[in-house]
């Protein structure tokens, strides 16, 4: 019965059904029914002149918007209000897509360029068997770059990782990368 009457009010649309007529079709029950409904304001209550009338929710917002102007005034500013919110959130969101681009291809080419530093120091401070300690590629990378040591070592293990058929690290020395818990502390071209 519960459904029955709802869509009953449902129908009535802007104008709402009187709640005599409720009564009328579906006898004295139909009050707890109502009265539970307006307390979870599924549906409206209001004395039109004499008789009550009943309104679903969006058929009475749909009636006070046409009766009262000022009601309508203030609907439209929060329809409005919430429009702009829904802009806002879009722009934010496009913003965050773009930042997150522009940090990817910045990120990228930082790693790009720090391959070419890392590989013009390690031609350079190579000795005659080819290992180069990463101590002293560090050191010129850190001095001319403005990198800490932790960075450094940060973005060789991510190149090594990268280029596995490009370098061959060997374990040893003071610092280097960390490989499967072992310090690897020199690097050669393959």
């Not at 009550?52 to 439209?76: G, H, Q, T």
Request: aromatic share 8%; charged share 35%; with cysteine.
């Amino acid at each position: 019965m519960l459904d029955e009457i709802v869509r009953r009010i449902e129908s009535a649309g802007i104008e709402g059904v009187r709640k005599t007529e409720l009564k009328k079709e579906f006898g004295k029950e139909c009050e707890g029914i109502l009265e539970e409904l307006a307390r979870e304001e599924r549906i409206f209550i209001e004395k039109k002149g004499v008789p009550y009338f009943v309104w679903s929710r969006e058929n009475y917002i749909a009636y006070i918007s046409e009766r009262d102007p000022k009601f309508k005034l203030m609907l439209n500013m929060v329809v409005g209000l919430g429009h702009s919110v829904a802009r806002i959130k879009e722009q934010t969101q496009n913003i965050r897509e773009e930042i997150e681009r522009l940090s990817v291809q910045e990120s990228h080419d930082w790693d790009s360029e720090f391959e070419k530093v890392f590989d013009r120091c390690l031609r350079e401070a190579g000795t005659s068997i080819g290992w180069t300690p990463f101590s002293k590629i560090r050191e010129r990378i850190c001095q001319a770059s403005d990198i800490t040591k932790e960075k450094f070592y940060l973005l060789a293990g991510d190149l090594v990782e990268r280029n596995h058929g490009k370098y061959e690290i060997s374990s040893g020395g003071q610092e280097g990368i960390v490989v499967r818990g072992m310090v690897h502390g020199f690097v050669r071209n393959v």
